[in-house]
């Protein structure tokens, strides 16, 4: 039996449909931008331990939204000082603690107050400031206990440099900075 040889069917680019149009896909959902107070804190969580914070946020801190500025910014956020085993950390709700053992093990201590801090710096392995809402500076300098600079203003703080225990620089919320040389006794507006 013979077979029949089929012919193949081929066609050119000009008798061939169109191809139908391919519809982009969507774009993603976008996120609304996120607002000044939303950012702060993310961006105060970016920076340094030492230092976290900045002037991004122009509102004043206070009551609920001091707390949960704090709580947002400093999930156990750790102050080293330039001898690594030496180092402070700020947990929400658990106040300050200590570790001379390079974070293997915790203390807790008192600070003597019920604001919760937002940033601090070690320039030494016994000198910490902490800063945070209401204009709260603390100063320990044996590394254990701690005591209150006074700040003129009730301000909230967000970041604090310090050279030594009597030299160091805190930045408002606002963007102002002050500055002291002897220990949080006295302060300069320096911007």
Avoid: H, Y
Avoid at 31 to 42: G, I, R
Avoid at 107 to 123: K, M
């Amino acid at each position: 039996m013979p077979r029949r040889l089929q012919a193949e069917q081929t066609t050119t680019a000009s008798d061939a449909a169109p191809p139908a149009p391919v519809a982009a896909p969507p774009p993603p959902p976008t996120a609304p931008a996120p607002s000044l107070a939303d950012a702060a804190p993310q961006a105060a969580a970016a920076r340094s331990q030492a230092a976290l914070g900045g002037a991004l946020d122009r509102q004043p801190f206070s009551g609920r939204r001091a707390e949960s500025f704090a709580a947002k910014t400093i999930a156990a956020a750790q102050i080293v000082s330039p001898d690594p085993n030496s180092r402070w950390r700020i947990a929400p709700g658990a106040g300050v603690e200590r570790s001379t053992d390079g974070g293997a093990t915790w203390q807790p201590q008192s600070i003597g107050v019920a604001a919760t801090p937002t940033a601090g710096a070690a320039p030494a392995p016994s000198i910490c400031w902490l800063v945070g809402p209401g204009g709260l500076v603390l100063l320990s300098t044996d590394g254990r206990t701690w005591t209150r600079a006074s700040l003129p203003d009730a301000i909230d703080l967000t970041s604090v440099r310090a050279f030594d225990a009597a030299n160091a620089t805190v930045t408002a919320a606002d963007g102002r900075a002050f500055a002291t040389s002897d220990g949080g006794r006295t302060w300069r507006r320096i911007n």
